[in-house]
């Protein structure tokens, strides 16, 4: 077995990059789609800190990068959340081909 | 003004859990103060009017008060005494009445006292005993009086 | 699928509380809808303790029927005979002697005092501190003790009969109420320690389950609960029997109306039956504990209502005669029957952890209400 | 439905040892640990109806204290719990709750029933219309215990009586029930 | 300290562990089991950067994602869905297609990372220690992230005042 | 011991569980009937379906937590060099903390923190 | 000091180098942690479960379990057996993947956490760089599977007390956390070994005064109710809920949580131990040579527990003495006093730091 | 008020009223359909102010069934017990239970025990028994060979 190296990880990161894509496509939740989306970041965090971490480790930015990418996406997923909810109490589904009225 | 109203609830607050703390630690610290008792090591201090169960006494002779007059069936409120009569012959060659059983279903009685204060002989009292476990209920239904024993001379 | 959704989900819980809970004291059932914590509706369900005591008694003798009350408010069970000696005694028109209605009295107050220790305890307990449920079990221990040594039973004495009391009082009995005296006014501060001025525990009480004045007497509360919202009903005053008209102490009110209200003033009912018991241990009178009565008792033709206070209100004993060994109808007036209906008015609107303390301060005994 | 497993009946009585096998030895050793450790470890459910849990809940004080023996862990749910202690009368409306209850109740499962309600329906035996003539109408009973109520005391003995009945692996027969009171 | 075989057996562990629990959580058809395979993905994710050895990034990973995000997450499925139901099956064309969409996708990147073929470093030098982080983020010179730091709090008061009105929005009609 | 040991600790839990779970399954036959699986509710049946959705106040808290929690994230590195670098990364959380009492204030006034 | 258990950890360590391949050694000593851990799991919710019903029992004038076994010691042994045998049972209606996965999570979360706590001088198993953030995040992996027995086991006191004690747990991270930071601030490290370190001359619950008992206060308070303890303990609020979360559990899976209860509390002491009074570091006073040298003898892991234990009494005092709060009241005393008190003390402590006010 | 003015209050509200002379309170029979105005009236009135219901009970004379109320006033202190007759067959009465509140639990157990049915009561079901209880217990004719076991 070889050792590994950051392609494996960007392996790593690619699949589950496209593994969220698929929930997005697939779902029509929010919810389900919200976490799609957390995936998906997730897959660019590994990126940033792999990068950081074997091209460049001297320097500490990808570490920054991701961190806050991660205070952004709990950023994100708060209002977002907060959005379904009140989607959901105006229409009382979260199904997003229920809501294409959206009057916001 | 706001803020020290606020400081002074955090305060009050906490000055009053303390003092619950204090009350508990007292106890914790201080044993003397524990009652338990440990009932199947230590006996019990039952005080001599506890109703355990009735019993009818019997004495050395085994010989016991009951005329059989029901008078105890008749005032217990639920049916606990059921008593069986049957004829004595006297040693006058008299027909007597007697008691043949004294049935007392314990899973039944209520400790009432009222069976015992409707005896017009004192045939039967209320004992201290109170350990009344068992596995089959049937047990339960006793006999109150011996085998073999007899009424008193003279109670009438 | 849109209409459907907002048809079936209001977004409404409904739970069971009960009948197994350790929080409704008993078997009381009470459907409970929820919108998140908050209550909306309590819907109380009776019955899982309805023993039929009503149909029981017209079967049995007016000397029989009185153990039977023992067992429908366990806690004041010698006040429920009391009621039922008194009822026999205004229908034979008995004369009691002092000495049995000073006795009577006295332990009148003594259950009181025990029902209210360990409505303290539970409360407590239903609130969360454990503690002092033991603390308050230590208090009553001593009560029932006395209770063992002069009525020969721990709780359901049956100790009152019509015309006076069953046995004398126990030689040590006066002694043995002293030393519980003197005790118990020592832990009295003990209670304010570690409950009353708890602020955890006052903010759990205050502001909770408020009933005002005019919705207390329409759903007929009585007791404590309806004295805290400023109603004076307590009959020792209002109706006295036996020898309460001849006692000092007054009758505890507060007009908050919430629990806290309702704690307060059985607090304070135990200081006042405290004050009871000690102006009349050391004048107990000498005399008869029990008037001279017939074997078989037969109340004439009538109707006699009698009223008392138990350490939960006011009980109603309704004794329809028609001159037979037996009565003809008796109807148990309950005070926690009243007390329970209006429970939904006090928790619309609270948390569910506030019904617990609505609850523990209705001081509620479930087999008192089914009868 | 039945507590007591026959595979258990046929367990030796504790102390017996097996010469044959190893395993057979080992085996009826584990099940005297396991039912040291089941009769040393009763944890009631909070099920009282009426007088008796009043009682129940003196023998929890701290005067009777069931906690020496282990008994205190009450539990609010019957998954969780091994003894019902039916403390009170059982009325028609609550016998399927009793059923219910004791049906979700895991393995093993004891009862004990308090007081002359739960044998029997002791003073409400006769003209009433609602209250069922004995707890073991709806459920098998371990232990009876009568008295109305059965002081703290009578409860504690039945505890006992049921931890020599698990310690015995459920042979009721061969028990003496041991009692440490005697009035004279 | 250990050797390079299990080192990369854990990798593989963990590799296996993310995606397999990512591809659950993407294809299950019961919300709230959805939510625990993505918290079990992402709790993989902080273990890889464990096993990177970037333990503050994996710490604030667990915080945020599993303490935060997720039970959000939880509590909106709580609050906004049958979560007994299973949920509608997407039809089967497009599960086909996304499927493709994401598979070739996927091999697409794939391909080119391997053409582009990194050479990394072993990234045993690399040291991420709280006190460098903390260092480099309060440093107001060019490479530092001072001014970042100050704006995240801006834009999480933002996130805070729009969180509490959209949520209060349409309170008062439910009461 | 680095990284690894947390797959040791992790194994060490799933191990002790299973154990424990499995031995009352290998020990003890259990009894079957239809009322055991069913839901308890203190002895009665069930009223409507369990898995409701649930109107609760508890999502706010919820949000509120998640933007404090992010907050309290960038303070570790933080509270790591303050004490080196001395007043000008005090005054710098001074405002960062600042601007979130803002927030909370905010959220304290709208009511966001009552209880619904 | 001759006796230390890093002596002994060190010389196995070397022992089985000397004896087997690497790997096998590495192995071998993996497998003496699991079990050591395993053991230590079991030891502590024996012990402490024993400790609460004897601290309950004497606070409560009673005797508590003295009759299993010498005073009653083997009590909670035989509860674990009986409860090791008993029947765990899944409700039908429940879902049954989750419903049996939550107890693992909940034991796995507590479980990581012992991996940075330093039991005594040099015996920690990974001294991880970020120790206390570490713990922090550890912990709160474990109210996501309170949230998955409160939902899987369909039963709406279940869920009703799972929904209580996630909101409850996150929202008291946050003063876990702040009052976590002062500390933080006061020792410039996150790692349990250098926070223990910079403890050398003295604790910092003296060294650091008043911003440090603030936050020592606020510290209890919020790990006594993430811990789920009374006063705070709605989550299975007996008398509100029957048993909250694990309503439904019964036998081995229901001990599992009543074990990672216990661990937890341990856990979290143990923190406060480490962070406020100095973990196994014993008592030093600034630089009385002689004072510091006799506190010496005593060992470390001595020191380690008798301060983790004092800090679980605390707790336990709590419980047998508060009634519980209410839902809001909760949540208000978080968010309207823990939280901004501490956000305040934050400061006050870092001015103290930067100042060098401290001794 | 004295037993007497109370009297003669009641009858000037509804002359159909008659009186029982024994008792310890005023007993006062009206006809079923007149119970609940009077009712009203008595709670109302301001002088007689009759705002506490102490009991709400039946009683089977076998012939007939009779409910019993009893009020107080809690401000005036007096007390009255108002009764009124039903038909065994078919015993119907108003509800009184927006009057007293206390009313609405009372009257279900009136109704579950004596099978009184009583004219739009909010929730008229049984309240102690089961639902599928048959027969009304407290009637004097109840007969249940299973449950009852008679002494
Ligand atoms: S015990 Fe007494 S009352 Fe009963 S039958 Fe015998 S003599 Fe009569
Ligand atoms: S004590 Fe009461 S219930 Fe028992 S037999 Fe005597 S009269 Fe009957
Ligand atoms: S046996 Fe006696 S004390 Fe016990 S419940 Fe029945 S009536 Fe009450």
């Known amino acids: 077995m070889n050792n590994i190296g950051i392609e494996q990880i960007l392996f790593i990161s690619t699949a589950l990059f496209f593994i969220g894509v698929y929930g997005l496509f697939t779902r029509r939740n929010m919810i389900t789609m919200l976490m799609a989306v957390e995936l998906i970041l997730n897959s660019v965090n590994i990126n940033f800190v792999s990068f950081n971490k074997y091209l460049y480790p001297e320097r500490l930015d990808g570490v920054f990068f991701t961190i806050f990418i991660i205070a952004i996406a709990a950023a994100e997923a708060a209002v977002a959340i907060a959005i379904i909810i009140n989607i959901y109490r105006n229409h009382q589904s979260i199904d997003v081909e229920d809501s294409e009225e959206m009057k916001y | 003004m706001f803020l020290s109203k606020y400081i002074s609830e955090v305060f009050g607050g906490v000055k009053s859990l303390l003092t619950g703390m204090r009350r508990t630690g007292y106890y914790f610290t201080h044993h003397k103060n524990i009652i338990t008792q440990q009932y199947p090591n230590q006996k019990p201090v039952l005080a001599e009017r506890f109703r355990g169960e009735v019993v009818m006494t019997h004495d050395e002779n085994n010989e016991h008060a009951c005329t059989g007059c029901t008078a105890c069936e008749l005032a217990c409120p639920n049916g606990t005494i059921k008593i069986v009569t049957k004829f004595d012959i006297t040693p006058e060659g008299k027909k007597k009445k007697a008691i043949d059983t004294f049935v007392y279903h314990l899973e039944l009685c209520t400790m009432c006292n009222l069976c015992v204060d409707a005896c017009p002989t004192g045939a039967i009292t209320m004992s201290n005993s109170f350990e009344h476990s068992v596995f089959d209920r049937s047990e339960l239904t006793k006999v109150l009086n011996k085998p073999g024993s007899k009424i008193r001379e003279g109670v009438e | 699928m849109l209409q459907e959704v907002a048809k079936t989900d209001t977004g409404d819980l409904v739970i069971n509380v009960g009948p197994q809970h350790p929080s409704t004291h008993g078997v009381l059932h009470l459907v409970i809808t929820l919108n998140g914590e908050t209550i909306k509706k309590v819907e109380p369900h009776l019955g899982y303790i309805h023993r039929s005591i009503e149909k029981m008694c017209e079967s049995l003798s007016y000397r029989q029927f009185i153990y039977s009350t023992s067992r429908m408010d366990y806690l004041s069970a010698h006040i429920n005979n009391h009621g039922c000696a008194l009822a026999v005694e205004k229908g034979l028109q008995i004369e009691v002697p002092q000495r049995a209605q000073v006795i009577r009295v006295l332990m009148d107050e003594l259950t009181r005092l025990a029902s209210h220790q360990l409505w303290w305890g539970a409360l407590a307990m239903d609130v969360g501190a454990i503690t002092p449920f033991f603390h308050a079990f230590r208090e009553r221990e001593l009560i029932n003790d006395i209770m063992e040594e002069t009525c020969g039973a721990r709780l359901t004495m049956n100790y009152m009969v019509p015309g006076g009391v069953m046995f004398d009082l126990h030689p040590d009995f006066q002694k043995k109420v002293k030393d519980f005296l003197t005790l118990f006014k020592s832990k009295l501060p003990e209670y304010d320690e570690l409950v009353t001025g708890n602020i955890i525990f006052q903010n759990r009480m205050k502001n909770v389950g408020y009933i005002s004045k005019e919705d207390a007497i329409s759903y007929g509360c009585s007791g404590p609960t309806a004295r805290a919202s400023g109603v004076s009903c307590d009959i020792r005053k209002k109706y006295p029997y036996d020898i309460y008209a001849q006692l000092q102490f007054s009758e505890a009110i507060e007009t908050a109306g919430d629990c806290w209200g309702r704690y307060l003033v059985r607090m304070e009912e135990m200081r006042q039956s405290i004050s009871i018991i000690e102006q009349l241990i050391d004048n107990i009178p000498e005399g008869d504990f029990v008037a001279k009565t017939k074997a078989v008792l037969k109340l004439p033709k009538g109707e006699f209502f009698t009223r008392v206070e138990t350490a939960r209100g006011e009980l109603g004993i309704y004794i329809v005669s028609e001159g037979g060994l037996t009565p003809y109808r008796i109807k148990f007036r309950s005070p926690g029957f009243s007390n329970l209906s209006a429970l939904d008015h006090m928790a619309k609107g609270q948390k569910i952890g506030d019904l617990v303390a609505i609850m523990g301060t209705l001081d509620l005994v479930i087999p008192d209400i089914d009868r | 439905m039945d507590v007591k497993e026959p595979g258990y009946q046929q367990q030796p009585f504790p102390g017996d040892v097996h010469p044959t096998a190893t395993g057979g030895l080992l085996v009826s050793r584990l099940d005297d640990v396991i039912n040291w450790a089941r009769s040393n470890s009763l944890w009631p459910l909070v099920?009282?109806?009426?007088?008796?849990?009043?009682?129940?809940?003196?023998?929890?004080?701290?005067?009777?204290?069931?906690?020496?023996?282990?008994?205190?862990?009450?539990?609010?749910?019957?998954?969780?719990?091994?003894?019902?202690?039916?403390?009170?009368?059982?009325?028609?409306?609550?016998?399927?709750?009793?059923?219910?209850?004791?049906?979700?109740?895991?393995?093993?499962?004891?009862?004990?029933?308090?007081?002359?309600?739960?044998?029997?329906?002791?003073?409400?035996?006769?003209?009433?219309?609602?209250?069922?003539?004995?707890?073991?109408?709806?459920?098998?009973?371990?232990?009876?215990?009568?008295?109305?109520?059965?002081?703290?005391?009578?409860?504690?003995?039945?505890?006992?009586?049921?931890?020599?009945?698990?310690?015995?692996?459920?042979?009721?027969?061969?028990?003496?029930?041991?009692?440490?009171?005697?009035?004279? | 300290m250990l050797s390079v075989n299990a080192?990369?057996?854990?990798?593989?562990?963990?590799?296996?562990?993310?995606?397999?629990?990512?591809?659950?959580?993407?294809?299950?058809?019961?919300?709230?089991?959805?939510?625990?395979?993505?918290?079990?993905?992402?709790?993989?994710?902080?273990?890889?950067?464990?096993?990177?050895?970037?333990?503050?990034?994996?710490?604030?990973?667990?915080?945020?994602?599993?303490?935060?995000?997720?039970?959000?997450?939880?509590?909106?499925?709580?609050?906004?869905?049958?979560?007994?139901?299973?949920?509608?099956?997407?039809?089967?064309?497009?599960?086909?297609?996304?499927?493709?969409?994401?598979?070739?996708?996927?091999?697409?990147?794939?391909?080119?990372?391997?053409?582009?073929?990194?050479?990394?470093?072993?990234?045993?030098?690399?040291?991420?220690?709280?006190?460098?982080?903390?260092?480099?983020?309060?440093?107001?010179?060019?490479?530092?992230?001072?001014?970042?730091?100050?704006?995240?709090?801006?834009?999480?008061?933002?996130?805070?005042?729009?969180?509490?009105?959209?949520?209060?929005?349409?309170?008062?009609?439910?009461? | 011991m680095g990284p690894a040991s947390l797959l040791v600790l992790i194994m060490a839990a799933v191990a002790f569980s299973t154990a424990g779970i499995l031995l009352s399954k290998v020990v003890l036959k259990a009894s079957k009937n239809p009322v055991k699986g069913e839901p308890y509710e203190c002895g009665v049946p069930t009223i409507g379906q369990n898995w409701v959705q649930f109107n609760v106040g508890y999502y706010l808290f919820a949000l509120i937590f998640l933007i404090f929690d992010v907050e309290l994230i960038f303070l570790y590195p933080w509270a790591v060099s303050v004490q080196r670098l001395g007043m000008f990364a005090f005054t710098e959380a001074v405002i960062f903390l600042f601007i979130l009492f803002m927030g909370f204030l905010y959220a304290h006034k709208k009511g966001a923190l009552k209880w619904m | 000091m001759e006796f230390s258990l890093a002596s002994i950890a060190d010389s196995i360590d070397q022992w089985l180098n000397a004896h087997c391949a690497s790997w096998l050694a590495l192995t071998i000593e993996f497998v003496i942690v699991g079990v050591l851990c395993i053991g230590l799991f079991a030891v502590?919710?024996?012990?402490?479960?024993?400790?609460?019903?004897?601290?309950?029992?004497?606070?409560?004038?009673?005797?508590?379990?003295?009759?299993?076994?010498?005073?009653?010691?083997?009590?909670?042994?035989?509860?674990?057996?009986?409860?090791?045998?008993?029947?765990?049972?899944?409700?039908?209606?429940?879902?049954?993947?989750?419903?049996?996965?939550a107890p693992f999570v909940v034991m796995i979360a507590s479980m990581l956490v012992l991996a940075p706590i330093a039991f005594a001088k040099d015996f920690v198993i990974w001294d991880v760089n970020i120790g206390v953030l570490y713990v922090s995040a550890v912990s709160s992996i474990g109210v996501i599977g309170i949230l998955m027995a409160g939902w899987a086991s369909n039963n709406k006191y279940s869920l009703l007390g799972a929904m209580r004690s996630g909101a409850q747990i996150v929202s008291y991270e946050l003063s876990a956390g702040l009052s976590i930071l002062t500390i933080v601030i006061f020792s410039q490290d996150m790692s349990i070994s250098s926070i223990i370190n910079s403890q050398q001359d003295g604790w910092w619950i003296f060294k650091g005064h008043i911003p440090v008992i603030i936050s020592f206060v606020i510290f209890i308070i919020a790990v006594t109710a993430e811990t789920n303890r009374a006063p705070f303990d709605l989550a299975e609020a007996e008398s509100e809920l029957t048993a909250g979360f694990h309503t439904e559990y019964s036998g081995m899976k229901f001990a599992l949580f009543f074990l990672a209860e216990y661990v937890n509390i341990f856990i979290v002491c143990a923190i406060g131990a480490t962070l406020y009074l100095g973990g196994w570091m014993p008592l030093h006073i600034g630089n009385w040579e002689a004072f510091n040298h006799i506190?010496?003898?005593?060992?470390?892991?001595?020191?380690?527990?008798?301060?983790?234990?004092?800090?679980?009494?605390?707790?336990?005092?709590?419980?047998?003495?508060?009634?519980?709060?209410?839902?809001?009241?909760?949540?208000?005393?978080?968010?309207?006093?823990?939280?901004?008190?501490?956000?305040?003390?934050?400061?006050?402590?870092?001015?103290?730091a930067i100042q060098g006010w401290y001794f | 008020m004295t037993r007497e003015e109370l009297q003669a209050a009641i009858t000037n509200l509804e002359p159909q009223v008659t009186f029982e002379e024994a008792g310890e309170f005023l007993n006062a029979v009206v006809p079923s359909e007149l119970c609940r105005d009077l009712m009203q009236a008595l709670h109302n009135m301001p002088d007689l102010s009759m705002d506490y219901m102490f009991c709400l009970t039946c009683v089977d004379w076998k012939t007939h069934l009779t409910m019993v109320y009893h009020l107080e006033s809690t401000a005036h202190g007096h007390q009255v017990v108002i009764k009124s007759q039903l038909n065994r067959e078919n015993p119907e009465i108003e509800t009184l239970s927006d009057i007293w509140r206390t009313a609405e639990l009372l009257e279900r157990e009136v109704f579950d025990l004596f099978g009184v049915r009583f004219i739009h009561h909010p929730d008229l079901r049984r309240l102690l028994l089961t639902d599928e209880w048959e027969g009304w217990p407290m009637r004097k004719d109840y007969e249940d060979p299973i449950n009852m076991i008679k002494l």
């Open chain 7, 44 to 101: 502590l919710g024996l012990v402490l479960i024993m400790m609460e019903r004897k601290v309950s029992a004497y606070m409560q004038l009673r005797l508590g379990p003295n009759r299993v076994g010498p005073k009653g010691m083997f009590q909670t042994v035989a509860d674990t057996l009986k409860l090791l045998v008993k029947e765990g049972l899944t409700p039908a209606g429940a879902d049954k993947f989750l419903f049996n996965l």
């Open chain 4, 47 to 184: 099920f009282g109806t009426s007088c008796c849990a009043i009682e129940m809940m003196s023998t929890a004080s701290a005067k009777y204290d069931w906690s020496r023996f282990g008994f205190e862990v009450a539990r609010a749910t019957p998954r969780q719990a091994d003894v019902i202690i039916i403390a009170g009368t059982i009325v028609n409306k609550m016998a399927p709750v009793l059923k219910r209850l004791y049906d979700q109740m895991a393995d093993p499962k004891y009862v004990i029933a308090m007081g002359a309600c739960a044998t029997s329906g002791g003073p409400f035996f006769y003209n009433t219309y609602s209250v069922v003539k004995g707890a073991d109408h709806v459920i098998p009973v371990d232990v009876y215990v009568a008295g109305c109520p059965p002081r703290p005391e009578a409860l504690l003995h039945a505890l006992i009586t049921l931890q020599t009945k698990i310690q015995a692996g459920g042979k009721r027969e061969k028990i003496v029930i041991e009692k440490f009171y005697d009035n004279q």
């Open chain 5, 7 to 175: 080192y990369s057996i854990i990798f593989y562990l963990l590799a296996a562990f993310i995606i397999g629990n990512g591809v659950l959580a993407m294809t299950t058809r019961k919300i709230f089991r959805a939510a625990i395979f993505l918290l079990f993905s992402l709790i993989g994710v902080a273990g890889l950067y464990f096993w990177m050895h970037v333990e503050f990034v994996a710490a604030v990973q667990v915080i945020v994602y599993v303490g935060g995000i997720v039970v959000l997450i939880i509590f909106s499925i709580f609050l906004t869905q049958q979560t007994g139901k299973d949920m509608p099956r997407p039809t089967n064309t497009r599960m086909i297609f996304s499927a493709l969409a994401a598979i070739l996708g996927a091999a697409l990147t794939y391909s080119l990372i391997r053409q582009y073929g990194f050479i990394g470093g072993s990234g045993d030098q690399f040291n991420v220690s709280p006190q460098r982080i903390g260092d480099q983020m309060l440093d107001y010179q060019d490479t530092g992230y001072a001014l970042p730091f100050e704006v995240i709090s801006i834009l999480l008061l933002a996130a805070m005042i729009g969180c509490i009105v959209i949520a209060l929005k349409s309170k008062p009609q439910e009461s």
């Open chain 7, 295 to 352: 506190m010496d003898y005593i060992p470390s892991s001595v020191w380690f527990l008798g301060k983790t234990f004092f800090l679980i009494f605390v707790i336990m005092w709590f419980r047998w003495t508060f009634p519980r709060l209410r839902i809001d009241q909760l949540l208000n005393l978080e968010w309207k006093y823990l939280l901004p008190i501490s956000m305040f003390n934050l400061l006050l402590a870092t001015l103290v």
